[in-house]
């Protein structure tokens, strides 16, 4: 099973993709996560990456694409994976398209996580006062959310065309969200 989940920051997408990821026994990939380990490494691109975070911009493609390409190339892999964050902008698709192609692959189903920006940033700035992100600070999660609607959410248009888009309301609790997810793909899926 590959799929991938997208969504506007704040909407429950890493928390629905360790669960859904969990349900259909594949793992669950934040290119989020992967960033946050890479800051805490303290090297020269620990630096440049906590600095594109704290600003609430895309890191570029050429550092994002190589990770997922190296991250997606481990054994735990191989079976299936939810990726979560990835990919966010144009680029980032085609370049999944050619992993993806290079092991002759396909990608099963997008899930998209939908809710209103205002619910959104409440969630957020929660999240900032529960969690401490350095990217959850108002200035950053307005960037954040300009960052999504331009780059990462035109990518939805392209998944619909390919028949691959399930959209799924966001707005409710981790386990009613998280049924409404499994049950729309297993629908689509089966
Ligand atoms: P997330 O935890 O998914 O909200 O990601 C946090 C931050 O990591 C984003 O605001 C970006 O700065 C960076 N990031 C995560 N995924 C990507 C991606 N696919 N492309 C570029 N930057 C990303």
Same mark, same amino acid.
């Given at each position: 099973?590959?799929?991938?989940?997208?969504?506007?920051?704040?909407?429950?997408?890493?928390?629905?993709?360790?669960?859904?990821?969990?349900?259909?026994?594949?793992?669950?990939?934040?290119?989020?996560?992967?960033?946050?380990?890479?800051?805490?490494?303290?090297?020269?691109?620990?630096?440049?990456?906590?600095?594109?975070?704290?600003?609430?911009?895309?890191?570029?493609?050429?550092?994002?694409?190589?990770?997922?390409?190296?991250?997606?190339?481990?054994?735990?892999?191989?079976?299936?994976?939810?990726?979560? !964050?990835?990919?966010?902008? %144009?680029?980032? @698709?085609?370049?999944?398209?050619?992993?993806? =192609?290079?092991?002759? $692959?396909?990608? #099963?189903?997008?899930?998209?996580?939908?809710?209103?920006?205002?619910?959104?940033?409440?969630?957020?700035?929660?999240?900032?006062?529960?969690?401490?992100?350095?990217?959850?600070?108002?200035?950053?999660?307005?960037?954040?959310?300009?960052?999504?609607?331009?780059?990462?959410?035109?990518?939805?248009?392209?998944?619909?065309?390919? !028949?691959?888009?399930?959209? %799924?309301?966001? @707005?409710?609790?981790?386990?009613?969200?998280? =049924?409404?997810?499994? $049950?729309?793909? #297993?629908?689509?899926?089966?």
């Amino acid at each position: 099973m590959k799929l991938l989940i997208m969504g506007p920051p704040g909407v429950g997408k890493g928390t629905q993709a360790k669960g859904v990821a969990a349900h259909y026994g594949v793992p669950a990939i934040s290119t989020g996560d992967m960033f946050r380990a890479i800051v805490k490494e303290d090297s020269p691109l620990g630096h440049q990456v906590q600095e594109i975070m704290n600003s609430g911009a895309l890191v570029p493609d050429e550092i994002t694409d190589k990770i997922v390409e190296n991250r997606l190339a481990q054994s735990d892999a191989a079976a299936g994976w939810l990726l979560d !964050g990835y990919p966010r902008a %144009i680029g980032q @698709v085609h370049a999944l398209d050619e992993i993806l =192609a290079a092991a002759a $692959a396909e990608i #099963d189903a997008v899930i998209s996580l939908t809710a209103d920006t205002d619910v959104l940033v409440g969630r957020l700035l929660k999240r900032a006062e529960i969690e401490g992100r350095a990217d959850d600070n108002a200035e950053t999660i307005k960037n954040r959310m300009k960052v999504y609607h331009d780059s990462t959410d035109p990518l939805l248009a392209i998944y619909a065309q390919r !028949g691959l888009l399930v959209e %799924i309301d966001g @707005v409710g609790s981790i386990a009613d969200v998280a =049924a409404r997810i499994t $049950a729309a793909l #297993d629908s689509k899926l089966s």
